[in-house]
Each structure stands twice: as C-alpha cells, then as structure tokens.
C-alpha cells in the first residue's frame, strides 16, 4: 500500500510497546457503530455526550466545492515528518498507526507547532471533493500545546498500491493488531506519505466520529497520492 519505503527485519518479532495514554485517547471509542441501530443515523440518541452528531453547525466531513473554497498555497503550512518507527493499535472501529516518537513529526501551521500523535486509513474517502469520494484517504491527527486539534487528509487511489509487497506485510499487522500497541518492525519516512504538491484546502469542522467535537481545524491537500 503505503509501505514501500518501510525496511524490514523478515524474522525479526514485533514488540508491544507502552504508548501514552494521550496519545490513543483523542478519538476515544464509546458504543457506537457505523451500521444498524448504533450507527450514524442514531448517534446522537445514544449518549448525551453525542448531541453534537445531529445538532452541531459545524460537521464533518463534508463535500469541497473546488469553485467555492479556496485553494490555499503552502506559504501558511510546512511538514516537518521523519524517518520513524510505528506501532499499530486496533480501537474497534478503526486501525491507528502511531510514531513511537511523536517529537519528531510536526508541522507548522499559520507559525504554530501541532505534534503528529497518529494517523488512520480509510478505504473510502470520508470527504468529497466536486461530489465525488477517492478511493481511499489517510488522516493525520495533530495537536499543538493548547490541545487545538488540526487533520491533514492526504486522498488516496489505492488501487496504486495493492500489488506491492510491503501493502501485504502491513496486512499481516493489521491481523495481529489488538488493543495493545504492536511495534511494526523497520521504520519508514512519514514525507512519503505525502503528495509533492502541498495546495491545500482548509475548513473548520469536528471530529467524524462520536462525540463530533466541532472546532476542529481541517487541511485537505488538493494533491492525491497514487
């Protein structure tokens, strides 16, 4: 998939690691699903910590009308990501990966400091760009000293990736995969991750899951990944 210039130990056993607690907490899994009774028709019925899922101003994720939002240039963002080691972590609904040194992958964004604490895939887009869903999309979760929260979505086409080999050896992780960090072996640079283009979209919107926490500041990089 998105391994390719990951370097890894093929006997090596991967470790479980500690991980702070802040670090998993952001997105924090309660009852909820994506389908039936507890899925996203119903959120806001289901806890009171919730409402924001059908009464908030400002949900995401939403569908960018390239003609109406404007497309911002990178004089306002930088990327500062390195070579990392990860480890992965399953919280039910989804598959976390997280730099066991979050210290060292940042960015700057309008001249403040937001640290990387994860990133997740999802195999189809959550956002829409001109009405149309990608076939995948990587979010960035970032918060700066204040606890402000900013995601850079990075769309994917996956179908680039499917057939390389490092894409089934993250597959293989993703079945061990349990609530406790897993160290994937190897370490891979985070900037590859990335488009070349760095033309972003920018929104302020909420969290997409439960409890929909709005004031979240959103980056779309316009550039997809393939």
């Not at 210039?5 to 702070?20: G, L, M, T």
């Not at 996203?40 to 939403?62: F, H, M, V």
């Amino acid at each position: 998939m998105f391994f390719s210039s990951c370097e890894y130990e093929d006997k090596a056993i991967p470790q479980r690691v500690e991980v702070e607690k802040a670090e998993v907490d952001i997105l924090k899994r309660g009852n909820w699903s994506y389908t039936g009774s507890s899925g996203q028709q119903n959120w806001s019925s289901l806890k009171e910590e919730y409402s924001l899922c059908s009464e908030g101003k400002r949900q995401s994720p939403i569908d960018i009308n390239s003609k109406t939002v404007k497309l911002r240039n990178e004089k306002f963002l930088s990327f500062f990501y390195s070579l990392s080691s990860l480890s992965i972590l399953n919280e039910d609904h989804t598959i976390k990966l997280l730099p066991n040194d979050n210290s060292s992958n940042y960015i700057i964004y309008k001249e403040q400091k937001y640290n990387l604490l994860f990133f997740d895939i999802h195999s189809l887009s959550e956002h829409k760009v001109d009405n149309e869903y990608y076939p995948g999309e990587l979010q960035f979760f970032h918060q700066n000293e204040e606890g402000d929260r900013l995601i850079v979505v990075v769309l994917l086409d996956l179908e680039s990736y499917v057939d390389q080999s490092n894409f089934k050896y993250f597959w293989d992780y993703i079945l061990l995969a349990e609530k406790t960090p897993l160290q994937i072996l190897g370490e891979m640079n985070l900037q590859d991750l990335l488009p070349k283009d760095r033309s972003y979209f920018s929104y302020e919107g909420s969290l997409t899951v439960p409890p929909c926490t709005e004031n979240v500041e959103w980056i779309v990089l316009k550039s997809s990944v393939s």
